[in-house]
């Protein structure tokens, strides 16, 4: 019912609490209470709060670098989509492949002419504008999505490594030793009990001896 009961709390907790670095590059850390079950309990609990703080902090970091490449990942996805879109439609109009059908068209287009097939030679000739009017659109299309393509998989690795760094919970701490109950008490030790009773007793009896002797000469 205190009105600090947070900073008294706080200040027991210093005082019986000690965490400190060993030579080992380890974390010992010691709990002194009243019950001893119950500060084995507490140092048990420091070292598994230490696994939930930096499972989140590092959960928390790790989805907002998965949520950069998942924007990413779908916004390419999309692109590509469009680039095939593109192709598609350049397709329907009877191009598939601009570098064969150009020279075969090329080759035709020679003969027809050389043969004197006039009407099928200007036929030819219509086709290779066609081909040149859509075929520099298709090249590039093409070679542009051969490139995002590469990029779509490259992102597609480090997505799904986001997503598992995002998603998985790693212990992050290994038990040298777990906490356990002392066989003797930490505070305060039997002999400096003894030693202060006795020195109390001895104090206190010159102190009654000396009221005595007072009330005596009275």
Same mark, same amino acid.
């Given at each position: 019912?205190?009105?600090?009961?947070?900073?008294?709390?706080?200040?027991?907790?210093? @005082?019986?609490? @000690?965490?400190?670095?060993?030579?080992?590059?380890?974390?010992?850390?010691?709990?002194?209470?009243?019950?001893?079950?119950?500060?084995?309990?507490? /140092?048990?609990?420091?070292?598994?709060?230490?696994?939930?703080?930096?499972?989140?902090?590092?959960?928390?970091? +790790?989805?907002?670098?998965?949520?950069?490449?998942?924007?990413?990942?779908?916004?390419?996805?999309?692109?590509?989509?469009?680039?095939?879109?593109?192709?598609?439609?350049?397709?329907?109009?009877?191009?598939?492949?601009?570098?064969?059908?150009?020279?075969?068209?090329?080759? +035709?287009?020679?003969?027809?002419?050389?043969?004197?097939?006039?009407?099928?030679?200007?036929?030819?000739?219509?086709?290779?504008?066609?081909?040149?009017?859509?075929?520099?659109?298709?090249?590039?299309?093409?070679?542009?999505?051969?490139?995002?393509?590469?990029?779509?998989?490259?992102?597609?690795?480090?997505?799904?490594? /986001?997503?598992?760094? /995002?998603?998985?919970?790693?212990?992050?701490?290994?038990?040298?030793?777990? +906490?356990?109950?002392?066989?003797?008490?930490?505070?305060?030790?039997?002999?400096?009990?003894?030693?202060?009773?006795?020195?109390?007793?001895?104090?206190?009896?010159?102190?009654?001896?000396?009221?005595?002797?007072?009330?005596?000469?009275?």
């Amino acid at each position: 019912n205190s009105k600090i009961k947070y900073t008294r709390l706080d200040k027991k907790m210093k @005082k019986n609490i @000690k965490i400190r670095k060993t030579k080992y590059m380890s974390i010992e850390v010691s709990v002194i209470d009243n019950d001893p079950q119950v500060a084995a309990s507490i /140092a048990t609990d420091i070292g598994n709060f230490l696994d939930s703080a930096i499972n989140k902090m590092r959960h928390d970091l +790790a989805y907002q670098a998965f949520q950069i490449v998942e924007k990413e990942y779908f916004s390419l996805q999309q692109e590509i989509n469009k680039l095939e879109d593109s192709l598609k439609i350049i397709r329907n109009l009877g191009l598939y492949d601009y570098e064969s059908q150009s020279k075969a068209l090329n080759e +035709a287009y020679v003969k027809a002419l050389s043969d004197g097939k006039t009407e099928l030679a200007n036929k030819l000739k219509n086709e290779l504008k066609r081909l040149a009017d859509y075929g520099s659109t298709y090249v590039t299309l093409t070679e542009f999505l051969s490139n995002e393509n590469k990029r779509l998989s490259e992102l597609k690795s480090k997505y799904v490594e /986001a997503k598992v760094d /995002a998603e998985q919970e790693l212990p992050q701490k290994f038990i040298v030793l777990n +906490a356990f109950v002392p066989e003797i008490k930490e505070y305060p030790k039997r002999t400096r009990i003894v030693a202060v009773t006795t020195v109390s007793t001895f104090f206190l009896s010159i102190l009654l001896l000396l009221i005595i002797d007072y009330f005596k000469k009275l």
